[in-house]
């Protein structure tokens, strides 16, 4: 009788012992990410296509490897301050592993403060041009300012175009591309006759615009974003002015189009390709990503996909599962260690194939694109076209 006891108790043992060692299978640790973007204020006309790229990204994928990715949003309302706080909120209170965000560029460099700080991977769906320290703890989806600009300047050579008027938002997005233009006019032989600026939330440029019309310019160009940016356009056709017009690829977006109107007819710019996804060629491998995005776009929003920024959200999302596939193999979700593995995952990815570019980071800069990520398109009837 004590010996059938004794088995018993040592079956009860053996069986917890089973259960216990189960456990971190069963109930492994969910991926939390937080994704912070501007709903109202003057960035919402991005910050919305940015909501609806992360939610096609659940779409497409929620979980790796039986693991759900747990996702928090919190709206910065269009401000650098708020997008900080976030942040902080959504490391502190909600432990997440990862923060994709925001907007715009002031406030992504607002939460790449918090991001080094805390030591949080921050994938930034705007520009944050950051490099050497400040760019350990941060990727950029979209493509630097000087790749894309090159593209037009290229362009700008072949159609004679020998000067060039600038008006671009006064924050650090209107920098970079001034910047980028004083790098890649020189050799093309175009010189650059103004450097106007204007804040997001102006109502006019008329002011400025006056000024750029004065000095003939043969082409203008403008570095800003979304529904502010066709200020700059409604004003030169109000001014009657019939030089070539420029943009980047900041403004492929469709409330963009809706506000500009006939001023931006004809208007070239930079884009990544999943703009024209079905204009590719078969043979180029962003093609099938950039249609699988659409249809995962068209499930979640029960709408199609017509602008460029809902698949750089899109893109931040294949760029954190990739990258946390990988980690996992080193650390559980919602440890520091993780949070460090996850880093380094990020920070080594290789050929990933998205919407927009074939990603490929490093330790002493924000960026992971090159030339497949650009393409040259017209706008054409309200529909961009793509530029041979």
């Known amino acids: ?50 909501q609806k790229g992360i939610q096609a990204g659940q779409a497409y994928q929620s ?20 997008a900080a706080r976030n ?3 959504l490391i502190e209170e909600d432990k997440v592993d990862a923060i994709i965000g925001t907007a715009g560029s002031p406030g992504a460099l607002a939460i790449a403060a918090v ?19 400040e760019a350990e703890w941060v990727v950029t989806v979209p493509q630097p300012a000087t790749l894309m600009i090159s593209a037009v300047v290229d362009h700008m050579k072949k159609e004679g175009v020998k000067t060039l008027g600038y ?39 008329a002011g400025q615009v006056l000024k750029i019309v004065s000095q003939h310019p043969d082409a203008v160009i403008t570095g800003n974003s979304g529904t502010p940016g066709a200020l700059p356009y409604l004003a030169l056709a109000d001014r009657g002015y019939k030089g070539k017009l420029y943009g980047t690829h900041a403004l ?20 990544g390709p999943v703009i024209v996804a079905e ?3 078969e043979s180029n491998p962003i093609r099938k990503v950039a249609l699988a995005y659409r249809d995962a776009y068209q499930k979640a929003n029960n ?54 570019a074939v990603y490929n980071f490093h330790e002493d800069t924000t960026y992971g694109t090159d030339e497949r990520s650009r393409v040259v398109v017209r706008l054409e009837k309200g529909r961009w076209k793509l530029v041979p």
């Open 1 to 50: 009788m004590k010996s059938l006891r004794t088995l018993r108790g040592l079956a009860a043992t053996v069986t917890t012992a089973a259960l216990m060692a189960a456990l971190p299978a069963a109930y492994a640790a969910d991926y939390t990410v937080g994704f912070v973007t501007s709903l109202v204020g003057p960035v919402s006309s991005l910050g919305i296509p940015y």
């Open 63 to 82: 979980e790796i490897d039986g693991r759900k990715v747990r996702l928090i949003q919190l709206d910065d309302a269009s401000d650098p301050s708020t």
């Open 87 to 89: 942040a902080r909120k």
């Open 115 to 133: 991001a080094r700080e805390s030591k949080t991977p921050l994938i930034s769906i705007a520009h944050a041009s950051l490099s050497g320290a």
């Open 167 to 205: 008006i671009g938002f006064s924050d650090a997005w209107g920098d970079q591309v001034y910047e980028a233009l004083q790098k890649t006019t020189p050799d093309a032989g175009i010189k650059v006759v103004s450097n106007e600026r204007y804040a997001r939330g102006d109502t006019s440029v």
């Open 252 to 271: 492929i977006n469709p409330a963009f189009i809706n506000v500009a109107r006939s001023s931006v007819e004809g208007l070239l710019a930079p884009t």
């Open 279 to 281: 204009q590719l060629p």
């Open 303 to 356: 709408a199609p996909a017509e602008d460029a920024f809902s698949a750089y959200s899109f893109d931040a999302w294949l760029i954190f599962l990739d990258a946390a596939k990988r980690a996992s193999a080193k650390a559980e979700p919602g440890t520091p260690e993780f949070r460090q593995a996850l880093r380094d995952a990020i920070k080594s990815t290789k050929e990933l194939v998205g919407t927009h």
